[in-house]
């Protein structure tokens, strides 16, 4: 390759995307994007650690996530008028000790990797960033602009 600079063939791009889907594609790029807006004001406060007692999310947000946790997550983790906890009480005592220590990236991980654990229906990633705000405002925590 002595001195010459080597370019990658435009045309092959193209040929490299060809076996996806179109509408897979498009969610594709509408989650990356979702992600990327969600995270966009953690990433704003330079060298500030915000935790959840700053207002990470809207009343919006949470209301969104409500009906996810009524459609995906309530047959399992119960809760006010959606029968007995069979999973993990997400508003005990227990929860916010476990969850104040992680940050809501970790939360959201464990949320796309292992729920739901009997094989049912798993959440979007979309739904996950929906349904992370119910679970703090449940919790009782503040709301912010974000």
Not at 115 to 126: C, N, R
Request: glycine share 8%; proline share 8%.
């Amino acid at each position: 390759m002595s001195g010459k600079i080597f370019l990658m063939n435009a045309s092959i791009l193209p040929n490299v995307f060809s076996g996806i889907n179109p509408n897979v594609w498009f969610r594709l790029t509408l989650v990356a994007g979702l992600v990327c807006l969600a995270a966009a004001p953690l990433l704003a406060q330079e060298g500030e650690q915000r935790t959840i007692l700053d207002g990470v999310y809207t009343e919006e947000q949470a209301a969104r996530g409500q009906r996810v946790y009524e459609n995906l997550c309530s047959r399992c983790h119960g809760g006010e008028d959606f029968g007995p906890v069979r999973a993990s009480d997400l508003t005990s005592p227990d929860f916010i000790d476990n969850w104040r220590e992680y940050d809501l990236g970790f939360m959201y991980s464990m949320i796309l990797e292992d729920m739901p654990p009997d094989g049912g229906a798993k959440p979007l990633p979309e739904q996950i960033v929906d349904v992370i705000p119910y679970i703090l405002h449940w919790n009782e925590y503040p709301t912010g602009d974000t």
